[in-house]
């Protein structure tokens, strides 16, 4: 057994292990999703596939990892695993992730004995998927790309040129698809070698046991928050805007969460069957969401480790919208987004002092691509939006924050974007109004508009425009998201999710949602309400009509006379 000093000092070094992987990685990877935005999931893992330590990333990509290691070592068995081996996995059900988001993983072996593994997941930017960039409107996995199972990129430490052929041969981006993967295997042979120097240095033994403790810890303090939160049952749905290829039927995702003082249960029955676009979500996904939810409420400000998760069981039906089975499609896999904020919404009924109103509840991505005319080589670039949070009963809801699933990722800067592509930035700021009025307000989203300089095609990934953001006690919902292109012009055309071909000088305009208000905007503090007038998240006209208070537009000065009777005269509509 190792003592407790020695296991914490262990943790910290697979933590430290972790970190030099997430390095390793943003050094080497060709691609800005990967090295700006930070589009990625590192583990260090157990030899059961569970994770023990990480990197911050996309939050849901680590605890996809456990489920899809544990998919290839079921599929391959471990003996087939050697010293120096690295796997290439991406067939979507077991990866937990659509095919443009390949998991490489690698056995940690000492003295030729299996004491764990490193992962590491990133987009790469394209496997031969029907449509360059990404594909919104396929019906079966077939048409996303090619698909590796669990394959060997490394036999022993030798680079398995029959594999890397097959993914070159099969990309329009060879040389960069084949250097983010490069540099996932970088990243994972790092965490190899740094949890082997621990092991040789305390012994394998007391590093697998140190492990199991860790994990055993992380089931403790979960266990004991889920004491402390309400019991009960609670049922709520929201709804994705379409599937990409029925685009009149919104998408019905019902969750039921029950919670006792030994477990929760995640129940997505009742969510839409017979989906036919890809927006269906492996199980694994599926899982990964709850957690993340789960940890949200239970450890929150500790590093994420499988033994957090002990308490938490998901109930899916197969073939649904939130199991997808094979050859469902999942490419565009925004229902795990959306979903994330729906088992809120349920608990929200519960505990809504615990939870947030709704955020602008979507990551509002935008991807261009063409050929560049500065040097006429094809280009791809994307980034993920800012939205507003839902207000909560401690305060205001941040304002223009990376959505909850991507607590780790950035935006792709105007600089990186306007250097790398023919794309002109020519506004990007706050959008006034768009949070949800109330006694604690939401966050406003955010507003870029890109003008594009040669002919692209500019892809909008947004699937929450046709319902709102929700509130919690009497607020008032966010501002929705919205694209709209040509703005002002007789092509003027307001979207959600879209694949649009663009002419020189077209423009595109993200718009991203707000998050819900808590509580009666009529309780607000008139000087809270002034202030966010001054700051230019509320306009003049919108803190007297939402909140009866009525701001003076040049001194930004409240007139407590004018408002004390707006606001005798009844709450808002």
């Given at each position: 057994?190792?003592?407790?000093?020695?296991?914490?000092?262990?943790?910290?070094?697979?933590?430290?292990?972790?970190?030099?992987?997430?390095?390793?990685?943003?050094?080497?990877?060709?691609?800005t999703v990967v090295y700006e935005i930070h589009d990625y999931g590192i583990g260090i893992h157990d030899p059961n596939g569970d994770v023990v330590a990480d990197a911050p990333g996309i939050a849901v990509f680590t605890r996809a990892s456990d489920y899809g290691i544990k998919k290839a070592v079921e599929f391959l068995g471990a003996d087939a695993m050697n010293p120096g081996d690295v796997f290439v996995l991406n067939y979507p059900y077991w990866a937990s992730a659509h095919t443009l988001d390949p998991l490489v993983f690698a056995p940690i072996h000492h003295d030729d004995r299996l004491i764990g593994f490193t992962s590491c997941r990133v987009h790469v930017l394209d496997l031969n998927q029907k449509d360059p960039g990404y594909v919104l409107d396929s019906t079966d996995v077939y048409q996303e790309g090619l698909v590796l199972p669990a394959s060997k990129l490394y036999r022993r430490g030798v680079p398995n040129s029959d594999v890397f052929n097959i993914i070159r041969f099969n990309s329009r981006l060879p040389e960069r698809t084949i250097g983010d993967i490069q540099a996932q295997v970088s990243a994972c042979v790092t965490g190899v070698r740094r949890t082997q120097e621990i092991a040789d240095k305390y012994g394998a033994d007391t590093l697998l046991?140190?492990?199991?403790?860790?994990?055993?810890?992380?089931e403790r303090l979960a266990r004991l928050a889920l004491e402390r939160l309400p019991n009960g049952t609670w049922t709520a749905y929201d709804f994705v805007d379409h599937d990409g290829v029925d685009l009149e039927r919104m998408i019905k995702l019902n969750v039921t969460v029950t919670i006792s003082d030994d477990e929760m249960v995640i129940d997505w029955s009742g969510s839409d069957r017979r989906v036919r676009g890809p927006i269906n979500v492996p199980r694994g996904l599926t899982e990964a969401l709850c957690c993340l939810i789960f940890k949200s409420l239970t450890t929150p400000d500790t590093p994420v480790v499988a033994g957090n998760f002990r308490a938490l069981r998901v109930v899916t039906e197969k073939g649904s919208v939130m199991h997808a089975v094979p050859p469902q499609p999942t490419f565009t896999m925004w229902t795990g987004i959306l979903a994330s904020e729906v088992i809120l919404k349920a608990l929200a009924q519960g505990m809504p002092d615990l939870v947030p109103a709704c955020s602008g509840g979507d990551v509002c991505s935008m991807m261009g691509l063409g050929v560049n005319p500065r040097n006429g080589e094809p280009w791809v670039e994307a980034t993920n939006e800012a939205v507003g949070f839902g207000a909560h009963a401690g305060g205001d809801g941040e304002d223009g924050i990376m959505h909850l699933t991507e607590p780790g990722c950035r935006n792709n800067p105007v600089e990186v974007l306007e250097t790398k592509s023919p794309m002109l930035i020519e506004f990007y700021g706050y959008r006034p109004d768009s949070g949800g009025a109330g006694r604690h307000r939401g966050g406003v989203g955010v507003g870029r508009s890109y003008r594009f300089l040669a002919e692209s095609k500019g892809i909008c990934?947004?699937?929450k425009t046709k319902t709102n953001p929700?509130?919690?006690?009497?607020?008032?919902?966010?501002?929705?998201?919205?694209?709209?292109?040509?703005?002002g012009t007789d092509r003027e055309v307001v979207q959600g999710c879209s694949y649009n071909h663009l002419e020189p000088g077209d423009?595109?305009?993200?718009?991203?949602?707000?998050g819900g208000g808590y509580g009666n905007p009529f309780d607000r503090e008139p000087e809270r309400v002034a202030r966010d007038v001054r700051n230019g998240f509320v306009s003049v006209q919108a803190s007297?009509?939402?909140?009866?208070?009525?701001?003076?537009?040049a001194t930004f000065e409240v007139d407590l006379q004018e408002t004390e009777a707006l606001r005798a005269a009844g709450a808002p509509a």
């Open positions: 057994m190792s003592g407790t000093i020695t296991t914490e000092i262990i943790r910290h070094g697979l933590l430290a292990a972790a970190d030099e992987m997430a390095r390793n990685l943003c050094r080497t990877a060709y691609n046991n140190a492990m199991n403790a860790i994990n055993d810890h992380g990934i947004v699937y929700w509130s919690i006690g009497g607020g008032r919902v966010g501002g929705n998201n919205h694209v709209i292109v040509n703005p423009v595109l305009v993200n718009n991203t949602g707000g007297r009509r939402e909140y009866g208070v009525v701001v003076d537009p």
